[in-house]
């Protein structure tokens, strides 16, 4: 997972069709019943742990585990 700095985001949106797992929207288009997720995106991004990718890497191992989980939000707070 990662977390987009909303301060930094200048809402081009070119980030959305370039997800894999189509899990990055417009704040206006997050899905019903999924608004807590941006809250969280906010409060996370401004954590230090919550480092800036400035490169581009390879998927982490879990990736696809990731990508099929359906509780996401058990999942990061595991
Ligand atoms: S690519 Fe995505 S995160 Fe980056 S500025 Fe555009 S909308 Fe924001």
Do not use: Y
């Amino acid at each position: 997972m990662l977390v987009i700095d909303p301060d930094e985001c200048i809402d081009c949106a070119v980030c959305v069709p370039e997800c894999p797992v189509n899990a990055i929207f417009a704040e206006e288009d997050v899905p019903a019943g999924q608004e807590l997720f941006a809250k969280l995106n906010k409060e996370l991004s401004r954590l230090p742990a919550w480092r800036v990718i400035d490169r581009t890497k390879p998927a982490l191992p879990d990736a696809d585990l990731c990508a099929e989980e359906t509780d996401k939000l058990a999942r990061l707070l595991r």
